[in-house]
């Protein structure tokens, strides 16, 4: 299937890039709906929403046939716990990745970019056999990781402009916090207890600030309290540090109990009342956020934050839920029913008993473990129930929810040892051979294998992602602004940038507007037409403007050598023999057209917009 794909795109006619439309303009040359599914049909087949490890098998199917790696064998707590049930249960794991692969997924995982042609030049001539680890260790002490995970924790975070200008500070805060590896247990307390006169000051009460539920339009009698509903603010927040910091969603016993609605969906949440929800809300209860206003309106995104609030009302109205009916307000932890200590203020309480609790270790190691892994221990990540954790109590009827319990249990004992570093917990899964292995599967593969993680878990390339790697590829960078400061890749920025072709690119590959929480990619056919079609590629790959093919055909007089700098700029990884040729044979027929239609059909090919 591959060889097909690579030969019918690869095929198509030299004028469809020399007559490349204009943005804006219509393209002169239409591909036919049954040339673009026969190119695609690794992709398009079976249903939008299939399960990853059925996408995972399509996708290996549309990749070269490559040398299998070496067999995986346990190299930490992580392969002893992912192999070991593999041996029990009788599933095969597949080989490990080979040194290209394994360098382009490492370097997407940890910092949204492919690695450049030097890099894997350099990389597999590398007879060092601790050099995976070593690139690790680089990866993780650069720039661009620091911008990888800013972007992802703004991206959890919904930073907008509903921070005002608290965005830009709040995404200098988390790229200083990663910088120097600070605890991660340090910043959500930060986050929880922020107070400030301006969260455009105060860079952790931006989040706060984000939360906000508009109230009245305007002060009344000049009194600006009202503008903002102070009671739905704290249940919103409530909901979001339960659910981000802790895996828990909360949002149903917001409105009402969970007995007689949540007894299909999550035993745990279904023996919850909605007082219990009230209760951990009153940690937030002395919280004010105060919206300024100013010259006759109100200042965008702008709060003051404080503690000068009454408490929290149980009975108060609400402009997003059910009416609240009242009980207990006095504050207590939602997992252990702690109060906070005399003297203390209430929502720092909250900070210390929420990342001390062992819950705050499985959640978060579980939602790094999904982004790196293709999918969580727990699945979703952000839906535990905390009922079916372990295997031994879970009740009649249910199965344990974490595939490996015993891992995700010595996971975040793990991190909370490192002083919840977030580098070593990346470096620790990324060091396993369990994170190592191939995508592809010798022999037959069943989709209850996925569990295991018995082969890496495919992804799609963020939107950002997908971006930077055509920058990268083509050496034709974004052209993009942070506050007064130029920069050149997508996910240097604070949140979602451009406009015309490049928006509507993002967009349909999948950018966040940060207006709701973020959702998993789903593949749908407009995507890779429009790989084909935006002049986001199309106008990347013409050999003008200083863009790589213009450089390679200017250094290189051989053709050859021009496809095989195409091959590892692009795919990360050198033309099979018979790409080779093909490819060879097209630049001499047309030098300029061959290379540009050579590049325009490697970022087409299901490999460059896979992560594997």
């Given amino acids: 299937m591959y060889r097909y794909a690579f030969l019918l795109l690869f095929g198509l006619s030299a004028v469809t890039l020399a007559q490349t439309r204009r943005p804006g303009s219509a393209r002169e040359e239409e591909l036919s709906p049954e040339r673009f599914r026969e190119i695609h049909a690794p992709l398009l087949g079976g249903t939008k929403n299939a399960p990853v490890g059925v996408v995972t098998d399509r996708v290996a199917r549309a990749l070269p046939q490559g040398t299998a790696g070496p067999v995986a064998s346990p190299r930490n707590f992580i392969d002893r716990h992912i192999f070991g049930k593999m041996q029990r249960d009788g599933v095969t794991a597949a080989a490990l990745a080979t040194d290209g692969e394994f360098l382009r997924r490492v370097s997407l995982d940890l910092t949204g970019r492919i690695p450049s042609a030097a890099e894997m030049r350099e990389f597999e001539a590398d007879k060092n056999p601790a050099k995976r680890d070593a690139a690790i260790d680089r990866l993780m002490e650069s720039d661009a990781f620091v911008d990888k995970w800013a972007y992802f924790f703004l991206d959890l975070f919904r930073a907008n402009g509903k921070m005002g200008r608290g965005q830009n500070l709040f995404h200098y805060y988390m790229k ?29 009460s931006s989040v706060i600030a984000r939360e906000h539920v508009q109230g009245k339009p305007q002060p009344d009698d000049g009194v600006d309290l009202e503008m903002v509903h102070q009671l739905d603010t704290h249940d919103e927040l409530n909901v979001l540090y339960a659910k981000t910091f802790l895996g828990i969603n909360l949002s149903c016993i917001s409105c009402h109990d969970g007995k007689g609605h949540l007894e299909k969906v999550n035993v745990d949440l279904s023996r919850r009342r909605r ?58 932890f939602f997992l252990t029913g702690e109060k906070p200590r005399a003297g203390v203020e209430p929502r720092v309480e909250l900070g210390r008993m929420l990342t001390a609790h062992p819950q705050f270790d499985r959640a978060t190691v579980n939602m790094f473990w999904w982004k790196l892994m293709g999918m969580g221990i727990v ?133 966040s507007n940060r207006n709701n929480p973020p959702k998993p990619l789903q593949g749908s056919p407009l995507q890779p037409l429009l790989l084909m079609q935006s002049p986001v590629v199309n106008d990347r790959v013409l050999a003008r403007k200083d863009s790589r093919v213009e450089r390679l055909l200017g250094a ?23 790409e080779q040729s093909i490819a060879t044979a097209a630049l001499e027929r047309n030098r300029v057209e061959g290379a540009q239609n050579l590049q325009w059909a490697l970022v087409n090919l299901t490999e460059f917009f896979f992560n594997y």
């Fill in 176 to 204: 200083e916090n990663l910088g120097v590896d600070r605890s991660y247990a340090d910043v959500v307390r930060d986050i929880i207890a922020s107070a400030a006169k301006s969260n455009h000051v105060v860079a952790a």
């Fill in 275 to 332: 007082v219990d929800f009230y209760r951990n809300a009153s940690f937030l209860g002395n919280s004010r956020y105060l919206m300024y206003w100013e010259y006759g309106k109100p200042q965008s995104g702008e709060f003051l934050i404080d503690d000068g609030n009454p408490g929290y009302n149980t009975k108060g109205a609400s402009m997003i839920r059910v009416p609240r009916f009242g009980g207990a307000s006095d504050p207590a």
């Fill in 379 to 511: 699945e979703p990540y952000d839906e535990f129930d905390l009922a079916r954790q372990n295997p031994k109590t879970v009740p009649a009827g249910w199965d344990a929810q974490p595939s490996h319990p015993e891992l995700l249990d010595e996971l975040g004992a793990d991190f909370r040892q490192s002083n919840h570093s977030i580098k070593h917990l990346l470096r620790r899964i990324c060091r396993s051979n369990a994170y190592q292995l191939s995508a592809r599967y010798e022999g037959e593969w069943k989709d209850q294998y996925t569990k295991y993680f018995a082969r890496k878990l495919v992804r799609m390339l963020s939107a950002e992602e997908l971006h930077d790697a055509i920058a990268v590829a083509t050496e034709r960078p974004g052209s993009f602004k942070l506050g007064d400061q130029p920069k050149q890749m997508a996910m240097q920025m604070s949140g979602p940038a451009g406009r015309g072709d490049l928006n509507y690119f993002m967009q349909t590959f999948g950018q």
């Fill in 556 to 578: 290189y007089p051989d053709n050859g050598r021009v496809v095989q700098e195409l091959f590892l700029a692009t795919l990360s990884r050198r033309p099979t023999s018979e």
